[in-house]
Nanobody, 127 residues
């Protein structure tokens, strides 16, 4: 069983920055890819970013490229999402998700392909 706990969300003005963290427990995640998804009110959950188990490969949805950065610290069993130049359309609940395919060569873009996710953290960007 894997528990994922997101933190770092909050209210920020447009153009501001936030750093989200996702702490894992129950299993060491250093051999597994991780992803961030978000869900805005009335919308489906969408892919934001993913990082390979090694941290060497990343993938982003076009709307956040150049503004968000996903990273991981395997020693701390934690994944991060640095968010800069925030826009009102970034307002959503952000979820951290784990893909428990051992050292997968593929970065998954669909939530259906992930095995665990946390409760989410709210990010609200005021314009």
């Amino acid at each position: 069983q894997v528990q994922l706990v997101e933190s770092g969300g909050g209210l920020v003005q447009a153009g501001g920055s936030l750093r989200l963290s996702c702490a894992a427990s129950g299993r060491t995640l250093s051999d597994y890819a991780m992803g961030w998804f978000r869900q805005a009110p009335g919308k489906e959950r969408e892919f934001v970013a993913a990082i390979s188990w090694s941290g060497l490969r990343t993938s982003y949805v076009d709307s956040v490229k150049g503004r968000f950065t996903i990273s991981r610290d395997n020693a701390k069993n934690t994944v991060y999402q640095e968010k800069n130049s925030l826009k009102s359309e970034d307002t959503a609940v952000y979820y951290c998700e784990a893909d428990l395919n051992y050292r997968s060569l593929e970065l998954k873009l669909s939530q259906d392909e992930y095995d665990y996710w946390g409760q989410g953290t709210q990010v609200t960007v005021s314009s």
